[in-house]
């Protein structure tokens, strides 16, 4: 099994980023994004919210999309063909699905 890999928050924009998606979508405290939307066959930015609960937040299907990008444009060397998590609390981004984080 691959090492698990961290793209910490080394960057202001990076850590206002962690921020502003907080703000954006109240009670999230992870997001999982990645290109890979249940609902298309082709890569399409998608974005998973979860709360300190271990449970999915609704998103409409504008903020799937920009928190998505938002990401994927401020870490664009990460490894985009899997999924990451980002903690808006400490702004690191994992690889990983938002399930991963259940049980915290």
Do not use: F
């Amino acid at each position: 099994m691959p090492k698990e890999t961290h793209y910490p928050a080394t960057s202001p924009s990076q850590q206002r980023l962690a921020v502003q998606l907080a703000d954006m979508i109240p009670g999230a405290v992870v997001i999982s994004v990645s290109l890979a939307d249940p609902r298309r066959q082709w890569p399409h930015p998608y974005t998973v919210a979860i709360d300190a609960d271990g449970e999915q937040l609704p998103l409409s299907r504008t903020t799937t999309k920009v928190a998505a990008r938002w990401v994927l444009r401020t870490w664009p060397n990460a490894d985009w063909t899997r999924p990451h998590t980002l903690d808006l609390r400490t702004g690191q981004l994992n690889v990983g699905t938002a399930s991963a984080v259940r049980g915290r």
